[in-house]
């Protein structure tokens, strides 16, 4: 009797020891299928940063790409300069800041700030970190704009930084009953989509070539609503020809003396957002 029970415990253990051998041989198969699926992945991407550039597109040259490490610096020294004085603050307005490609809305607090003191209710676009955008992300911007435009009882000027620009120009195409004026700062809308420094980090980044962009395939289409660009000749990320654009692709084009990363923060920029959103 003894030797039936120990039998049949043996058995019982030997049952268990098998199928936890069968769970782990097909959990072991999931991880491979898995790391085989991201190896893919990472290759795709590796092809996409490693495309070239056509021999007649350039993007800034280097030296202006090395000059973007200036930046806290000439933040510092236009901070020491007398500022200038602001016109008279007009009506109040609801302002939505969305932020360049890797970049986190945080990066643009001085913008806000000036905004805000200048009597302005800002908001940033709500999607945190701006890694390119998806058909999802881009449905929950316009959601979000909408329902803030709602909200606000009047429609948003929404102000983009890079690759932020090119999110708030579609916006104002799919919504501009919403939108009540665009600014782009450094934003690459107009002419070839690598007449910039930093498209293959956006396509290894993305997953995406920028020939083919889940959303807006026609970027240098004008919104239907004031659309001012904001450039700068010291761009080392962006062509200024790209970020100026051309006539009929915007309506305003104005020069700033920044660098890329600049637009983000520069009293210069900001003194000119707060007379934009003034005038409109």
Not at 77 to 82: D, E, L
Not at 173 to 197: I, Q, W, Y
Not at 228 to 255: F, M, N, Q, T, Y
């Amino acid at each position: 009797m003894l030797a039936f029970i120990a039998g049949s415990v043996d058995s019982g253990q030997a049952m268990a020891m098998i199928f936890n051998l069968q769970q782990g041989a097909a959990g072991l198969g999931q991880a491979t299928a898995r790391l085989s699926l991201l190896r893919e992945e990472i290759a795709r991407r590796g092809s996409l940063a490693l495309q070239s550039r056509p021999v007649d597109v350039r993007g800034p040259k280097w030296q202006a790409f090395l000059g973007e490490l200036r930046t806290p610096i000439e933040h510092w020294q236009a901070s020491r300069q007398m500022p200038v004085q602001d016109e008279p603050a007009g009506e109040s307005r609801a302002v939505m800041l969305l932020p360049g490609f890797g970049t986190h809305p945080v990066r643009m607090k001085p913008l806000r700030l000036a905004l805000e003191a200048a009597g302005h209710r800002v908001s940033d676009w709500g999607l945190g970190f701006n890694f390119g955008p998806t058909e999802d992300r881009f449905e929950r911007l316009c959601e979000r704009v909408v329902t803030m435009a709602r909200k606000e009882g009047e429609p948003l000027v929404l102000v983009g930084w890079s690759l932020g620009g090119l999110f708030a120009r579609e916006v104002a195409k799919a919504h501009p009953e919403a939108v009540r004026l665009v600014v782009t700062m450094g934003t690459p809308f107009s002419g070839d989509r690598r007449a910039n420094n930093a498209w293959r980090a956006y396509q290894l980044i993305a997953g995406h070539s920028v020939d083919e962009p889940p959303i807006g395939r026609d970027m240098a289409t004008k919104p239907p609503v004031p659309t001012v660009a904001l450039w700068s000749p010291r761009d080392g990320i962006v062509s200024h020809r790209s970020a100026c654009g051309r006539k009929g692709e915007r309506d305003l084009a104005i020069p700033m003396r920044c660098t890329h990363l600049g637009f983000a923060a520069h009293p210069d920029v900001a003194a000119m957002l707060k007379r934009l959103v003034a005038a409109y």
